[in-house]
């Protein structure tokens, strides 16, 4: 059995995780700590780099220490210590990879730097209902909004992204427009819950566009338009309206085009992670559109749909089960704040 410590520090969340594996199995899921920035954030209505990263150096030793108490497990039975490497913020990505690298150097333990998304790409295989290769996966968090076609563990091919604003954008930004602070995206989902989703007609941008890429951008400016007409001090009732409004522009998109995805690719199976994936109406519309082709559709747990150590621990676990990790033992490492998931294809790039 092998035992693997990932670390995710790519933003404002710490997460700490140990997952084991054993030959012949999936991988476990021994131990799991994770700390959220977004108290600390919410003053500046967004995240503030430096100050995530002070907060990520303050954070990951003692949860990696909680992590360990949950497993009940010690620093020597770590065989090996991952990271996430990039995309993310610099100085964020610097707190993980380098505690990372120096535990791993103190222990003799080789190290692996993971792809951020390549962790939401394979979270929900720490699910019970685990997916199987081949599958759509639909990637839709804060900054990330992509269909892939997965053949197996580094092995993806990008069928459509957005070109702007991503859905967990145009959540944040439509949220912050109508004064719902911060984060964004959760607010506007929960006051949507009692507002009517045709209340207000917003625009679906590309939505009969033919191909699978995604733009938000012009729908942010449609819900901005909608609220200054409101005049300054829209009633609750109204706003609740325009959130479920807003919302149900962003899910018919999703939906539509991880539908045709689905249909042009020919599988049956689809998987959803990332943030954004944890929206209930998304997972309800997508659940059910993928039913009428006779696809199913795997999600994370939804306490590992947000950035988590999980995922990372995950993602080193399968590449080594595959035997496309690059393991390295020399001490030296790099951050990647810009890496498209195309790159981490097979070995570690």
């Not at 670390?7 to 959220?36: I, K, M, N, Q, Y």
């Not at 939906?255 to 992670?273: D, E, F, I, M, P």
């Not at 306490?303 to 999980?310: E, I, R, S, V």
Request: hydrophobic letters at 50%.
């Amino acid at each position: 059995m092998m035992n693997v410590l990932g670390f995710e520090s790519s933003c404002d969340e710490t997460g700490v995780a140990l997952v084991a594996l054993e030959a012949g199995h999936p991988p476990r899921l021994l131990g799991d700590a994770l700390h959220s920035q977004v108290d600390m954030h919410q003053a500046y209505g967004g995240v503030v780099p430096e100050l995530a990263s002070r907060d990520h150096i303050r954070r990951v030793l003692p949860l990696a220490r909680q992590v360990l108490a949950q497993a009940g497990s010690t620093l020597a039975d770590v065989d090996v210590v991952a990271y996430t490497r990039g995309p993310g913020l610099a100085g964020a990505l610097l707190v993980g990879a380098g505690v990372a690298v120096a535990l791993g150097a103190a222990l003799g333990k080789p190290t692996l730097g993971v792809h951020h998304l390549e962790g939401h790409l394979l979270s929900p295989f720490l699910a019970e209902d685990a997916p199987e290769f081949p599958f759509v996966a639909l990637l839709v968090s804060g900054g990330h909004t992509q269909l892939m076609q997965v053949e197996g563990v580094g092995r993806y091919a990008l069928l459509g992204e957005t070109i702007d604003d991503a859905a967990g954008e145009a959540f944040d930004k439509s949220a912050k427009l109508m004064g719902l602070g911060y984060p964004g995206g959760p607010a506007l989902a929960r006051l949507a819950q009692q507002g009517n989703p045709a209340a207000f007609a917003l625009p679906r941008p590309l939505l009969h566009s033919g191909d699978l890429d995604f733009s938000f951008a012009g729908l942010k400016t449609a819900v901005l338009t909608a609220h200054r007409k409101l005049g300054p001090a829209p009633g609750p009732a109204v706003l609740a309206d325009l959130a479920a409004s807003t919302q149900a522009a962003i899910v018919d998109v999703l939906v539509a085009k991880t539908l045709r995805a689905l249909k042009q690719s020919g599988l049956r199976r689809l998987v959803v992670a990332g943030g954004v994936g944890a929206n209930l109406r998304l997972r309800e519309a997508l659940t059910a559109g993928a039913a009428r082709l006779g696809a199913r559709v795997h999600y994370p747990p939804l306490h590992l749909c947000t950035d988590n150590g999980a995922m990372i621990a995950l993602a080193a676990a399968l590449r080594l089960q595959a035997g496309l990790a690059d393991l390295r033992r020399d001490g030296a490492f790099d951050v990647r704040p810009r890496w498209p998931l195309a790159e981490a294809q097979g070995a570690d790039a």
